[in-house]
């Protein structure tokens, strides 16, 4: 049964900090891995995803590597801003279907 | 171009009634996925529709039931509400269910149980 980890489940840093968000699964046999940002009280917003073929992706701020055979991943967000203050997901599926497992969140709080 | 649409977006209901919880996918998706969020966790997997037949369950109770209907939209069906039921549901639509179809989601309904 595939599980999936994020630690620390918050953390607070000063802006313009850049952040580091780890995420770590149990089995290596995922076909992708998406990270997702959530607002309070709000749905998901699907910030990047990475094929299981793939060592990272990026967007902007944003950059997620991927090391399958170790069952991690990692999002990197530079100079970090107020507004980048949220809840972010990693969340990985198998090749069987896009069913994802989900970890439980990191909770972002960046004090301007 | 509309995104994935739930409804109700909060609601109270009280132990032991139902609840209806409804999604449209997006324009020309034929998944449609139901999540389950208790505060402070991530989602949980529900239910899975591809063209009005089930291709997944997860680990819930009977009391949890959804059907998928001719034009796409789904309704997720609660029976004797628990006060652990209480969560944000959300709804994900697909083009289909392979692992190379990736997932929108709605805003999600708050469901809340006194």
């Known amino acids: 049964k595939q599980e999936v980890t994020q630690i620390p489940a918050a953390l607070s840093v000063p802006e313009g900090e850049n952040l580091v968000l780890n995420c770590s699964f149990t089995?290596?046999?995922?076909?992708?891995l998406q990270w997702f940002r959530q607002d309070p009280g709000k749905g998901l917003t699907s910030l990047l995803l990475i094929q299981s073929s793939q060592r990272e992706q990026t967007s902007g701020r944003l950059n997620a590597s991927l090391d399958k055979s170790s069952g991690r991943s990692t999002l990197y967000i530079a100079a970090s801003q107020p507004g980048d203050s949220a809840t972010y997901l990693c969340a990985v599926s198998k090749a069987a279907g896009n069913k994802l497992t989900f970890g439980g969140g990191t909770r972002v709080l960046v004090k301007p | 171009d509309a995104g994935v649409t739930q409804s109700p977006t909060h609601l109270i209901k009280t132990r032991g009634q139902q609840v209806t919880l409804r999604c449209s996918p997006i324009s020309g998706h034929k998944s449609v996925s139901w999540y389950q969020q208790v505060l402070g966790q991530g989602p949980q997997f529900i239910f899975q529709y591809y063209e009005k037949e089930e291709r997944g369950r997860g680990n819930f109770p009977d009391r949890f039931s959804a059907r998928q209907f001719p034009n796409y939209s789904s309704e997720l069906n609660v029976n004797a509400l628990l006060l652990g039921d209480s969560a944000l549901y959300l709804c994900?639509?697909?083009?289909?269910?392979?692992?190379?179809?990736?997932?929108?989601f709605g805003a999600g309904s708050r469901l809340t149980v006194l």
């Open positions: 089995d290596s046999a995922i076909y992708n």
């Open positions: 994900a639509s697909s083009l289909g269910p392979s692992g190379a179809n990736v997932l929108t």
